[in-house]
């Protein structure tokens, strides 16, 4: 049936492990013997390529050598970049490949070239390394990271352990095998390995070893983990198995490849939709409360209207007064007053709030409409991302709509900048960057705009030739404004806008201080970056 290795709740891989680059080592002698070694470079600085070929074929290493893992991938081919890339090991192209060389008891093998050199494969974890020796010497390393490789002597990777039952009793496994690591004395214990007495733990290291001469490759990948390539028979079912050494690597530096790409670029663009997910119901919940509020609990309108029925009533200086609600049964209400307006006034004013509640109200209507259209938008973003495995792909859609902007570059501007509408919109980040904004950036026909008598950040809108500035762009401009400004937490917030030329820097202002020649103003509602959806 077959050898089973049952680890429950364990997800490891055996890419480098002994056992596995024996197998390895020994795969590659075919296709490399008689085959020069005719190109080695890199492109980036954990990678290693390196070329083989014949006048009939051609051979391909990439040594991935990255702190986190570190791997081998045989490509069928591989197209080299023009720019970033180095030459490396040049004294040794043109040699051929004599042979493979497997060390003793060690995670390295060698490529024996012709004229002393070889080409050593040191798998030893975060201190992989590839380097050149020169009849046994190291002539030349891939990483100088690690200057204590330079020291190596190639005949002495071979570590002579004596391995009997002997040596086992009275050293342990881990001084007699140490080739086995955590995984493989884990699964001994589950064959009651500590408590047997040496002849029985001799006998099970005999039969695993036994298994390790002609094993099966197994990979198998769970979504959004990082892969496992195996020597046992897996537990669970496997996604690809093989005899080949050289085909389960390759496999399992693709499965790899795709959840590494996963975790450092998909994984974050979706994690940052689902932010914006929530901070947009949020949101909604929170102005649909305001929105009820305003319509059925505030009742500017209406109070206005009791007041100048009741004219006759109120006394002259009154601050507060209590007439009959009409339109609640003629319950009574308490009214508060200006003592300094006489009641006509005082119900000009509710009139006033009733006319500004109208326009906040229809405000906080647009703007849930608003944003309850930007959750379809993520929602759809965060379905369409889902599919895509190609890197190119993914990048191209995150720039295209806009998603996993690189704030790096957007840190380098001195103000933030959004778009919207084609239009830009500019947004000062405090007194010195308003200066620099509306001083250095802000030309004559652009749009200023400056939350009215409070301070806050100067906003600019960028003129765009043969267009006018559109209502709706101005509305969000305002808004952000507002929410740049101390009156971010107002209902309303009166915004002042004018052409650039209009605004002037008097001389021996304070920072930030402007004079503005000629202003109109616009009511908004104070509004975050994120509601700019159109």
């Known amino acids: 049936m077959g050898f089973e290795w049952k680890l429950i709740g364990k997800v490891m891989s055996m890419h480098n492990n002994y056992y596995f680059l024996q197998h390895l080592s ?68 043109g040699q051929k490949v004599e042979g493979i060389r497997q060390f003793e008891n060690e995670r390295c093998f060698s490529v024996e070239l012709s004229n002393g050199f070889s080409l050593l494969f040191k798998l030893f974890g975060n201190r992989s390394n590839v380097l050149l020796f ?5 002539h030349d390393l891939f990483l100088k990271k690690y200057p204590n490789d330079r020291n190596l002597i190639l005949d002495d990777l071979n570590r002579k352990i004596e391995q009997t039952p002997e040596q086992l009793a009275a050293l342990g496994i881990n001084k007699v095998f140490p080739t086995f690591g955590k995984e493989i004395i884990d699964y001994l214990d589950t064959k009651d390995y500590d408590v047997s007495i040496t002849e029985r733990k001799w006998e099970l290291i005999q039969e ?88 059925n609990i505030t009742r500017y309108e209406e109070i206005g209207h009791i007041i100048m029925a009741n004219l006759h009533q109120i006394p002259e200086r009154s601050k507060k007064i209590e007439l009959n609600d009409f339109y ?38 647009e703007n849930i409409s608003s944003k309850e259209d930007e ?21 191209n859609y995150l720039k295209k709509n806009g998603i996993n902007q690189d704030k ?15 239009f830009d919109i ?47 762009v101005l509305e969000k401009a305002a808004s952000l404004a507002a929410y740049y400004s101390q009156r971010k937490n107002d209902s309303l917030c009166p915004v002042i806008y004018t052409p650039k030329k209009f605004v002037r820097k008097p001389k021996g ?22 509601a700019l959806i159109e």
């Open 426 to 472: 500019l947004v000062g980040k405090n007194a010195k960057s308003n200066d620099i904004l509306t001083q250095k950036y802000a030309f004559k026909e652009d749009l200023w705009l400056h939350a009215r008598d409070v301070p806050g950040s100067h906003v600019v809108i960028k003129h765009k030739a043969g267009k006018s500035f559109p209502q709706h």
């Open 408 to 422: 790096a570059q957007e840190s380098i501007l001195p103000f933030k900048k959004f778009k919207f509408s084609e």
């Open 208 to 295: 695993l070893l036994n298994e390790f001469k002609t094993p099966t490759f197994y990979l198998f990948s769970y979504e959004e983990q990082r892969p496992s390539l195996l020597l046992y028979t897996p537990d669970e079912t496997y996604t690809f198995s093989t005899k080949d050494p050289i085909k389960i690597a390759n496999e399992y530096f693709r499965s790899l490849v795709k959840v590494i790409f996963l975790e450092t670029e998909k994984r974050p663009a979706i994690q940052k939709i689902d932010k914006k997910i929530n901070q947009a119901n949020s949101y909604v919940e929170k102005n649909q409360k305001k929105l009820y509020e305003l319509e």
């Open 328 to 365: 609640n049964d003629e319950a009574p209400i308490s009214i508060k007053l200006n003592s300094k307006l006489n009641g006509q006034k005082n119900a000009e004013v509710y009139y006033r709030k009733a006319k500004n509640q109208k326009i906040e109200i229809q405000k906080i209507k």
């Open 26 to 93: 020994e795969a590659l002698q075919a296709p490399l013997e008689g085959m020069e070694l005719s190109t080695c470079f890199s492109q980036n600085k954990d990678e290693l390529v390196l070329g083989f070929s014949n006048t009939k074929s051609e051979f391909w290493i990439r040594a991935v050598l990255v702190t986190n893992f570190n791997l081998l991938y045989f490509p069928e081919d591989f197209q080299r970049t023009r720019k970033n890339s180095v030459n490396l090991f040049e004294s040794a192209l």
């Open 509 to 530: 202002a304070a920072p930030g201080a402007v004079a503005i020649d000629r202003e109109e103003v616009i009511m908004v509602t104070p509004m975050p970056p994120n």
């Open 134 to 138: 020169k009849n046994g010497r190291v």
């Open 375 to 395: 959750l379809l938008m993520l929602e759809m973003h965060k379905e369409s991302l889902k599919p895509i495995e190609n890197v190119k792909e993914l990048r």
